[in-house]
């Protein structure tokens, strides 16, 4: 049995994201704190999505292991899906890890609504008119901790 089928409704795709431990949870919180972030997430809310897919695919979670790194790969600003006048401050990432399962997912039939997968970490959703360049990069190491699904559901 696959995960979605464990839901009523229409199953209309698959997300799945990766989630960080509780310590790089608290450290991204007080580091977007210190840059002075503004609407930064609070800690719990941080994750990078590795697949939002709006065909099921029968996703297996894997738990990243200690040769799942991912390193700073600068800072950028993506607009809002919320609403068109926001941006979004993102933290971008380089992970072989993120792009394997990536790859994985456009294997097994994934769809992707954008030119190419860029990990990243959200640190808020509205930042308004914010200057990325003055943005130092994150003296502490990132620690995925698990994989999460859960299936894109029509009414």
Not at 20 to 31: G, K, M, P, V
Not at 94 to 113: E, H, I, P, V, W
Request: glycine residues 6%; negative net charge; hydrophobic residues 35%.
């Amino acid at each position: 049995m696959h995960y979605y089928e464990l839901f009523e409704g229409v199953v209309n795709g698959t997300y799945v994201s990766v989630r960080y431990d509780s310590e790089t949870n608290q450290r991204l919180a007080d580091f977007a704190n210190e840059l002075s972030v503004p609407n930064a997430l609070p800690p719990g809310k941080y994750h990078t999505t590795i697949v939002y897919s709006r065909r099921p695919i029968p996703w297996i979670l894997a738990i990243p292991g200690d040769d799942a790194r991912m390193e700073f790969a600068g800072w950028d600003l993506f607009p809002s899906h919320r609403k068109a006048d926001e941006q979004c401050l993102v933290m971008l990432l380089k992970s072989d890890y993120l792009q394997s399962r990536f790859n994985l997912a456009m294997d097994m039939g994934a769809t992707f609504d954008f030119p190419v997968y860029t990990p990243h970490i959200t640190i808020s959703y509205d930042v308004g008119d914010f200057d990325t360049e003055k943005l130092s990069p994150p003296s502490f190491e990132l620690k995925m901790s698990h994989e999460q699904a859960e299936p894109l559901m029509g009414y």
